[in-house]
């Protein structure tokens, strides 16, 4: 009976691997970390052994400090193990951490190679980051032909993201044919997938009718949803659309609003619309348009435009 029990007990410690290697529901507390110390120490010994994914359990341990186990190099060392053995989460991992220096050194050609293997391997954020790296030419010679066949293959996957990037490369004929009304079709998808850059371009062109028929309802309507999710460029349009009075009346208190929120959070240029509207604004216009901008900023920039 003792032994049926310890086998029980042994079975519950390896599902508890597989959903959450340290927590256990309804236990006291000594009994509890009693009980996470065997765990971990049956994680490390597994992990040691060569097993993929308790490696990649373990390294998930050190890098978010469960059971105060935190420690970046060692989170660092055992997603390379698991991605050595072949864990394609892992692999997609250790060029993340490549990439950026976290827990390791900075190798963009390391990098690069892990991102290629990922991607090998069905990973679709690996296959978007090698194009990227292809697109710039970081750790691998720069190949815009190639990035976009590869951003082609995500995109086909319905990746947002990776549709933007082929709309983007086909409307700028960046070393490929250029074809604008292709592009406008990859614009809309990612549009529809809920890309904000995607409705913030796709806004200006029916503003404009630029290879669209002019829309300037539409185009107000995609500009304000990405504004109201906090995209920088959006939010410097919305000051254009009310200094200009395209599609709306002119207004230059919210147009000084939208250009200082757009300058708060990044937008280059928009520091410069600002500054130049408020030679032409009166100083109670200015203070107003400041409090607005204030007000958006609690808001974390999202959801805070009502028409």
């Known amino acids: 009976m003792k032994v049926l029990h310890r086998c029980l007990i042994t079975s519950v410690f390896v599902l508890a691997l597989t959903a959450n290697p340290l927590h256990f529901a309804g236990a006291d507390s000594t009994t509890q970390i009693s009980s996470e110390e065997s765990t971990l120490n049956l994680l490390k010994k597994k992990a040691r ?145 809920g890309n904000i850059d995607a409705k913030n371009t796709l806004g200006t062109l029916y503003l404009k009718g630029d290879t669209v028929p002019k829309d300037t309802q539409h185009g107000l309507e995609l500009i304000i949803a990405a504004a109201s999710e906090g995209h920088p460029a959006a939010f410097q349009n919305l000051g254009l659309i009310y200094q200009l009075g395209l599609g709306l009346p002119k207004n230059n208190v919210y147009a000084y609003l939208w250009f200082a929120v757009a300058a708060n959070i990044g937008h280059q240029t928009a520091e410069k619309f600002k500054e130049g509207l408020a030679i032409s604004m009166s100083p109670v216009d200015v203070e107003k348009a400041k409090k607005l901008a204030a007000s958006c900023k609690q808001k974390n920039y999202k959801k805070c435009i009502s028409f």
């Open 49 to 193: 052994s060569g097993d993929a994914n308790s490696q990649l359990h373990l390294a998930i341990v050190y890098r978010d400090g469960l059971h105060g186990e935190k420690n970046i190099k060692l989170a660092f060392h055992w997603f390379e193990q698991a991605a050595q053995n072949g864990d394609v989460s892992a692999q997609l991992r250790v060029a993340n951490m490549m990439q950026k220096g976290l827990g390791t050194q900075t190798n963009q050609k390391a990098a690069y190679q892990w991102f290629s293997i990922a991607a090998e391997n069905g990973n679709v954020d690996a296959l978007i980051a090698k194009a990227t790296m292809l697109q710039y030419g970081t750790g691998t010679p720069a190949n815009p032909p190639m990035a976009y066949e590869l951003f082609m293959q995500a995109a086909r996957k319905d990746r947002s993201d990776a549709q933007i990037h082929v709309a983007k490369m086909l409307w700028d004929g960046t070393e490929i044919p250029q074809n604008k009304s292709d592009a406008l079709k990859w614009y809309e998808a990612s549009s529809k997938l």
